[in-house]
């Protein structure tokens, strides 16, 4: 009983500590890496809290053709299915925004509409490491599930992206959840039980698949329960085909809406094999190499993937968790491009590599037995490979880790941005030139261009009338500055009225 209360308490302990360390800049501004996929999500949000949630026509401050080669002048933005952002909107509305209309100003309290987005993904990547130990405890060991866990909440990679304003960790947790209940509606024999656990996995999987497709990957792992429970039959089992066809008809339904907008849905052929990279060298090298062995694992980490790939062989429910390696390789391989491109792609296996890394954990302490001192450096060496990604090792030294994606680049945008904000009329239309980056357009808080996509004069002719520039130069200020009257000016910004 004694043991029980302490194994308790120790898990208790490491999710309260996985919950701590991604409050680490928890108040910091949407400007840290892939700050322009955080904006472009949080300013769905951002309008639903200003003009009511509205699902069926999500919006963002990107009139421009970028996105989808189409000019957007509602800034529709069709992508995930806008689960995530009601929630965030909807958060904010009932515990922030009354609080912030009830002071005066500078007396605001409540959580901001980012700190809310960031803390619905840190409680669903907790959620996700919940799902990770349950499973992997009942198909391998307790040990190998506490170390599982433990990946999951404390590599330097899912502590990043584990408080990001992304619906990938929720997509990641939904999945989870319903090849959790999945698993538990084969087995359950009881009558409303079953029943139960069969709708839970439905409606959490119809989820994952809404937040994003890309987590019909992994189902996998069900056609191996599937297959496990029924054998050869389950091809025609009709309960199975009910489930998948509820999980899938919300997303279908979805899909076949947003495509009557196609302005509004960015290009994402290009994410399959755009480049041509799928199993060339480059794409093992960034994949295998420059993220899962850099990045994720901190090069030390490596040791118990591979420990734990070498432990299924003996493992009598070994099918479980190759099926768990089978979908995240089929998904690296097929959306090759977008995985190669975007780190935050890989948000989607941290699940699997942390299994595995916590069977490989599992069977060194199984193998070290009473060698207190061999288990105790197998502890060293994970926290020795968090270090190394956490911190990254380059040819000049520490540099080029995880750390640096916390580190806001380019303060003078933010400070253009708030300033514009403040300043400018609501229902302004800009030129935020920003590299392409919407970023700049989500802090300034009004539609427009992220780009000078076409001549500034047709740009106006379209509704544009205020350019504002992030980190002016001088010749900005002798060119644009001479042309169009100034409104505001300091070294991190010029405001200019267009029209």
Same mark, same amino acid.
């Given at each position: 009983?004694?043991?029980?209360?302490?194994?308790?308490?120790?898990?208790?302990?490491?999710?309260?500590?996985?919950?701590?360390?991604?409050?680490?800049?928890?108040?910091?501004?949407?400007?840290?890496?892939?700050?322009?996929?955080q904006s472009d999500t949080s300013a769905v949000s951002k309008i639903f809290v200003r003009?009511?949630?509205?699902?069926?026509?999500?919006?963002?401050?990107?009139?421009?053709?970028?996105?989808?080669?189409?000019?957007?002048?509602?800034?529709?933005?069709?992508v995930e299915f806008p689960i995530y952002n009601t929630v965030q909107a909807g958060l904010?509305?009932?515990?922030?925004?009354?609080?912030?209309?009830?002071?005066?100003?500078?007396?605001?309290?409540?959580?901001?509409?980012?700190?809310?987005?960031?803390?619905?993904?840190?409680?669903?990547?907790?959620?996700?490491?919940?799902?990770?130990?349950?499973?992997?405890?009942?198909?391998?060991?307790?040990?190998?599930?506490?170390?599982?866990?433990?990946?999951?909440?404390?590599?330097?990679?899912?502590?990043?992206?584990?408080?990001?304003?992304?619906?990938?960790?929720?997509?990641?947790?939904?999945?989870?959840?319903?090849?959790?209940?999945?698993?538990?509606?084969?087995?359950?024999?009881?009558?409303?039980?079953?029943?139960?656990?069969?709708?839970?996995?439905?409606?959490?999987?119809?989820?994952?698949?809404?937040?994003?497709?890309?987590?019909?990957?992994?189902?996998?792992?069900?056609?191996?329960?599937?297959?496990?429970?029924?054998?050869?039959?389950?091809?025609?089992?009709?309960?199975?085909?009910?489930?998948?066809?509820?999980?899938?008809?919300?997303?279908?339904?979805?899909?076949?809406?947003?495509?009557?907008?196609?302005?509004?849905?960015?290009?994402?052929?290009?994410?399959?094999?755009?480049?041509?990279?799928?199993?060339?060298?480059?794409?093992?090298?960034?994949?295998?190499?420059?993220?899962?062995?850099?990045?994720?694992?901190?090069?030390?980490?490596?040791?118990?993937?591979?420990?734990?790939?070498?432990?299924l062989k003996g493992m009598k429910n070994w099918g479980f968790f190759v099926s768990f390696?089978?979908? @995240?390789? %089929? +998904?690296? =391989?097929?959306?090759?491009?977008?995985? /190669?491109?975007?780190?935050?792609?890989?948000? *989607? !296996?941290?699940?699997?590599?942390?299994?595995?890394?916590?069977?490989?954990?599992?069977?060194?302490?199984?193998?070290?037995?009473?060698?207190?001192?061999?288990?105790?450096?197998?502890?060293?060496?994970?926290?020795?490979?968090?270090?190394?990604?956490?911190?990254?090792?380059?040819?000049?030294?520490?540099?080029?880790?995880?750390?640096?994606?916390?580190?806001?680049?380019?303060?003078?945008?933010?400070?253009?941005?708030?300033?514009?904000?403040?300043?400018?009329?609501?229902?302004?239309?800009?030129?935020?030139?920003?590299?392409?980056?919407? @970023?700049? %357009? +989500?802090? =300034?808080?009004?539609?427009?261009?992220? /780009?000078?996509?076409?001549?500034?004069?047709? *740009? !106006?002719?379209?509704?544009?009338?205020?350019?504002?520039?992030?980190?002016?130069?001088?010749?900005?200020?002798?060119?644009?500055?001479?042309?169009?009257?100034?409104?505001?000016?300091?070294?991190?910004?010029?405001?200019?009225?267009?029209?």
């Amino acid at each position: 009983m004694v043991m029980h209360r302490l194994k308790i308490a120790g898990l208790i302990g490491i999710f309260f500590v996985g919950f701590l360390v991604r409050l680490y800049r928890f108040d910091g501004p949407v400007a840290d890496w892939h700050s322009w996929r955080q904006s472009d999500t949080s300013a769905v949000s951002k309008i639903f809290v200003r003009d009511g949630i509205n699902i069926l026509y999500p919006k963002y401050y990107d009139i421009s053709n970028v996105q989808s080669g189409i000019d957007n002048p509602e800034g529709f933005r069709f992508v995930e299915f806008p689960i995530y952002n009601t929630v965030q909107a909807g958060l904010f509305n009932i515990f922030s925004e009354n609080r912030c209309q009830a002071n005066p100003p500078g007396g605001c309290t409540g959580l901001s509409l980012e700190e809310w987005g960031r803390l619905i993904s840190i409680f669903a990547t907790l959620a996700s490491a919940f799902f990770i130990f349950l499973l992997t405890k009942k198909y391998s060991n307790e040990i190998s599930a506490f170390f599982a866990a433990c990946f999951m909440l404390f590599l330097p990679f899912s502590i990043y992206f584990g408080r990001t304003i992304l619906p990938d960790p929720s997509m990641v947790a939904s999945i989870l959840a319903g090849i959790y209940f999945f698993d538990k509606w084969i087995e359950e024999k009881s009558k409303i039980k079953n029943q139960k656990y069969f709708i839970l996995s439905i409606v959490f999987t119809a989820l994952a698949f809404l937040l994003k497709p890309y987590a019909l990957f992994f189902a996998i792992p069900m056609v191996y329960l599937a297959h496990k429970k029924f054998g050869a039959k389950f091809i025609v089992n009709w309960q199975l085909w009910l489930f998948a066809i509820i999980s899938l008809v919300p997303l279908i339904l979805w899909r076949n809406w947003i495509f009557q907008y196609p302005q509004g849905v960015p290009a994402s052929n290009w994410l399959f094999n755009g480049n041509g990279i799928r199993f060339r060298p480059a794409f093992f090298r960034w994949i295998f190499y420059e993220r899962i062995t850099r990045l994720i694992l901190g090069y030390l980490g490596v040791i118990f993937l591979a420990a734990g790939v070498y432990g299924l062989k003996g493992m009598k429910n070994w099918g479980f968790f190759v099926s768990f390696i089978a979908s @995240s390789l %089929l +998904y690296l =391989i097929v959306i090759a491009t977008g995985n /190669v491109q975007h780190d935050y792609y890989q948000i *989607l !296996i941290i699940p699997t590599i942390s299994i595995i890394c916590g069977i490989g954990a599992g069977l060194l302490f199984e193998k070290f037995g009473k060698n207190n001192l061999a288990k105790t450096f197998t502890v060293f060496l994970i926290f020795l490979s968090f270090f190394i990604a956490w911190f990254g090792i380059s040819k000049k030294g520490l540099g080029g880790g995880v750390r640096d994606f916390f580190n806001i680049n380019d303060r003078g945008m933010v400070a253009a941005g708030k300033k514009a904000d403040e300043i400018l009329p609501k229902d302004a239309v800009v030129i935020a030139p920003y590299d392409g980056s919407t @970023s700049f %357009l +989500y802090h =300034i808080g009004r539609p427009g261009w992220p /780009v000078f996509e076409k001549p500034i004069e047709d *740009l !106006i002719k379209m509704g544009a009338n205020y350019l504002v520039i992030a980190n002016p130069t001088q010749s900005d200020f002798k060119g644009f500055g001479t042309m169009y009257p100034v409104v505001a000016s300091s070294e991190a910004y010029l405001i200019l009225k267009l029209k």
